[in-house]
């Protein structure tokens, strides 16, 4: 008699992560209780931790609410050694008789199944007995239960388990890995909050997508301090410290591995991929054929040459985790002789060997570390750069090793110990080149870095007197122009620009630098079909260390050029560029990128999406400022909760904006005043607003897309006082703001509903929706105003459709629309304030009003709304539309 007592079977519940991204396989496991289509069962096939079990256990929860009754198996190792080990849990006892044993087993398994039925459920199928393979197989095949089997692919599986479904008794349904938006969307819900977007890369290229993985790598990080909430947003920060049952978890998918495949393994965590015949230099060949057979290498095709990596990421990480710092060094050593002896092929082979070099006890080649680290540069590495830059300084690197460190220091946000350096690397110029490059360099640092332009330029204009060698004067008239750019001088910017771009041969990073200056100019003036032949031409001369790292300030000016303009769409596609460039770079380019990507989506009024990737940028400047780069998160994250009508938000954010001035992007000025006129607007101060919005445009008067950009939104205020500058504008700026701007302008003014109409049908089309949905909004008033309701009621439903598009804007336009009340602009705005809890005093103050007539125009409305009470207010003025971020 076999016998195997009464153990019940106790699996681990996955708490607090939910189940997200398998909605195909959930229908089929729902398909398969309900018995559609004569389905008896499924098959779940995966990689180990990819979540086959999950899938099993809702399948008997699932079972358990049908009323079924639900039985729970697990094959293992262990339990293989006898006959129906598997089903010692659940089977107290059967014959010594196998084939008797069988039907008793059924027998027991299907015992009290009521008229719903059972379901078996059979958790690593590959790991069964041959008894116990062969009674899922009868199950299967007959009708008295439904049965969800697991196994894992790439193991060895009982015949009687693959007959199951290569005779069509089960369907077999792979369980693939999580995609990576399924794997944000995870994080999000586990951690209870968004996720910064380079995190949710880290993450998903590092499990690969297996939620077991995931799970176990968050755990950890969280637990080392460096997975952490800052701001409202989940941020990874540093190297991975994988937790030792992550470790055990990847070691145990990788097995016991003899000490030769060791070898390979532990040579590609270090080295990452190696080409077969350097790596055949290391190891002999047995090994490396070990390593794939075992699939714990690929070996693939690359460029021609045969290139060996390891499958999974996650062994590198485990095995680096597990090895001894002196291995590591000798590993290194290794690893840079082979690659030394076949010679390195190309720049990303010599960063590899000297970042490898610097960690090892391998002696240091000066010439060598300098040409990595200007690699590392350009691929804007910046610690690497300065790491590789230190240590080449340290072996004679010289002058050129010195502004590695301090460029790369100041790029960083790290402006104060980049002055240090920067005073040394003076000292270090012997001739007019040198001295010109290391004034640009301590000029930026100070402009940017430190935020003292008057300082930057003091330095840059001593310069130009003391060095009288043209072409290192280049460099110097090229900062010039960026300078006078940002300072919203593009007269001056055109002028210095041209004395570079001009020459017949300029230096690349000041036929760079100069680009980024004219395009600034360019962009503020009005100009913006000309930026796309400068900016092109600045990115190809931006290939060196020293224009590397400014790639992404190059972008910003044409993306600013391309939003004053309205060339919206194309903005944005300039928004992806920056994301796919800083993809693979994490730090400051990534951060520049989320900054760059919000940017573009506030232009096309996506509310939501600019908000989150504002704040991932500003979570990330708020520790590396590199120049300014808070002050533009801010200012365009105050913009986007006030258009979103989150007053209180907008203003925080506003303060914040204010004591992170940078004084030396005075070209944005008017997009600070446009904040103030936001944030006035959604507070519901609106005549406020539009003075605000006269006031931007005053001081554009020099920069007309600025001007241009100023009166639009004044107009989307209702102010109806714009229409003849903006048409002279419209002759004067490129681009479809202008022309739709005065447009507007004047079917305002004419209170022309059916050209409001048509101009915001053609704001919709050029990608402005947010000025669309004001359009219609304002459409919709003027048709009300003129008796006509059917199309006031399509205007106002077409305004409130495109809000919804622009992720809930709630601009003044939009709620007026959606809430219509027969009153006066002005009658509104006072009940806006006083709903907000103003005093009449508070309001009079705010508006420059008297109180006797903030006190009049309460009257007046509540004797036409039959309003008594200053509580019925914020009711009055409620809405059915998306509600504030």
């Excluded at 002028?495 to 980024?516: H, I, K, T, Y």
């Excluded at 002279?728 to 022309?739: I, K, S, T, Y």
Aim: net charge neutral.
């Amino acid at each position: 008699m076999l016998w195997f007592g009464s153990a019940s079977h106790n699996y681990e519940v996955v708490g607090g992560w939910p189940l997200i991204g398998r909605s195909e396989e959930l229908q089929v496991i729902d398909a398969v209780l309900g018995r559609e289509n004569g389905l008896r069962g499924v098959v779940l096939a995966g990689a180990a931790g990819v979540g086959k079990t999950r899938l099993a256990r809702e399948a008997l929860e699932g079972a358990r609410r049908r009323g079924m009754t639900g039985r729970w198996v697990t094959g293992s190792v262990s339990a293989r050694t006898l006959p129906l080990g598997a089903f010692a849990a659940v089977l107290p006892w059967v014959g010594s008789d196998p084939m008797r044993a069988l039907g008793q087993a059924a027998d027991a398994l299907l015992a009290g199944a009521g008229q719903a039925g059972a379901l078996v459920v059979v958790d690593d199928g590959h790991l069964l007995d041959e008894v116990s393979a062969t009674l899922v197989h009868q199950l299967a095949a007959g009708t008295a239960a439904t049965v969800v089997v697991t196994v894992r692919t790439g193991e060895p599986v009982p015949d009687a388990v693959t007959a199951v479904w290569k005779d069509a008794h089960l369907d077999r349904l792979e369980v693939v890995p999580l995609s990576q938006p399924q794997t944000a969307e995870l994080l999000e819900a586990a951690l209870g909050g968004p996720v910064d977007t380079a995190a949710v890369a880290r993450m998903w290229r590092l499990s690969r997508g297996n939620p077991l993985y995931l799970r176990e790598l968050v755990a950890g990080e969280r637990a080392a301090g460096q997975l952490a909430q800052r701001d409202g947003l989940w941020r990874w920060a540093g190297e991975p410290a994988l937790s030792a049952k992550l470790v055990e978890l990847v070691e145990a998918r990788m097995g016991r591995l003899p000490e030769p495949v060791r070898d390979v393994v532990d040579l590609l965590a270090f080295a990452g991929d190696l080409e077969v015949d350097v790596l055949g230099r290391l190891v002999d060949a047995a090994a490396l054929e070990g390593a794939e057979t075992s699939a714990l290498i690929t070996v693939d095709t690359d460029r021609g040459q045969l290139s060996a990596s390891l499958t999974h990421p996650l062994y590198g990480e485990a095995r680096r985790a597990r090895t001894g710092a002196f291995r590591a060094r000798q590993l290194r050593r290794r690893i840079v002789g082979a690659l030394l002896e076949t010679g390195p092929r190309g720049a990303d082979d010599e960063l590899r060997c000297a970042a490898l070099m610097v960690d090892s006890d391998f002696a240091v080649e000066p010439g060598l570390l300098m040409r990595a680290a200007n690699r590392a540069a350009q691929l804007l590495d910046l610690p690497l750069a300065i790491r590789l830059g230190r240590v080449a300084f340290a072996h004679g690197g010289g002058f050129a090793a010195k502004a590695i460190v301090a460029q790369g220091l100041s790029m960083q946000g790290r402006g104060a110990e980049a002055e240090v350096e920067l005073r040394l690397l003076s000292g270090l110029a012997d001739t007019d080149a040198l001295r010109a490059w290391a004034a640009a360099v301590r000029a930026g640092n100070l402009f940017f870095t430190l935020n003292h332009p008057t300082h930057a330029e003091q330095v840059l204009g001593e310069a130009m007197t003391a060095i009288s060698d043209q072409p290192a004067r280049e460099i110097l008239w090229a900062l010039h122009a960026v300078f006078e750019g940002l300072l919203a001088r593009p007269g001056e910017a055109a002028r210095a620009a041209g004395v570079v771009l001009d020459a017949p041969r300029p230096q690349p990073n000041a036929e760079f630098l100069a680009s980024w200056g004219l395009v600034a100019a360019l962009g503020v003036t009005g100009r913006a079909d000309n930026v796309g032949p400068v900016a092109a031409r600045g990115f190809r001369a931006g290939v060196s260390f020293d224009t590397a790292v400014l790639w992404f300030n190059l972008a910003e000016a044409e993306l600013m050029a391309l939003r004053l303009a309205g060339y919206l769409p194309q903005a944005e596609a300039l928004a992806a560029r920056c994301r796919q460039q800083a993809a693979d770079i994490p730090g400051v380019p990534q951060l520049m990128a989320a900054a760059l990507t919000g940017h573009a989506e506030l232009a096309r009024g996506r509310l939501r999406d600019a908000v989150r990737w504002m704040r991932e940028a500003l979570t990330g400047f708020t520790a590396i400022d590199p120049g300014g780069r808070v002050f533009d998160g801010l200012l365009w994250l105050t913009q986007a909760w006030a258009m979103a009508g989150n007053a209180d938000a907008a203003a925080q954010t506003l303060e914040r904006l204010a004591a992170n001035h940078h004084t030396g992007f005075r070209y944005r000025e008017t997009d600070v005043i446009l904040a103030r006129a936001w944030v006035a607007a959604a507070q519901g101060a609106l005549s406020q607003a539009i003075a605000l919005t006269r006031e931007a445009a005053a001081a554009a008067a020099h920069l007309p897309a600025c001007e241009v950009l100023a009166l639009q939104t004044a107009v989307r205020f209702g102010d109806r006082t714009t229409a003849g500058r903006l048409a002279v504008l419209a002759a004067e700026v490129d681009g479809p703001r202008a022309q739709l701007a005065a447009a507007h302008a004047a079917a305002l003014a004419a209170d022309d509903g059916h050209a409001l109409r048509a101009v915001s049908t053609r704001l919709e089309q050029t990608g402005d929706w947010m000025a669309a949905a004001d359009a219609a909004a304002q459409a919709a008033a003027a048709h009300a105003r003129a008796k006509k309701a059917d199309l006031a009621r399509m205007d106002g439903g077409r305004a409130h459709l495109l809000a919804h598009r622009c992720q809930g804007a709630r601009t003044p336009a939009i709620l007026s629309a959606a809430r219509p009340l027969p009153i006066t602009t002005r009658e509104r705005e006072i009940i806006t304030l006083a709903s907000r809890g103003l005093t009449n005093r508070d309001i009079a103050r705010r508006l420059g009003l008297s109180v006797r007539t903030v006190e009049g125009h309460l009257y007046r409305v509540g004797a036409k709304l039959g309003i008594t009470r200053r509580a019925d207010l914020a009711d009055l003025l409620s809405d059915d539309g998306p509600q504030p971020l």
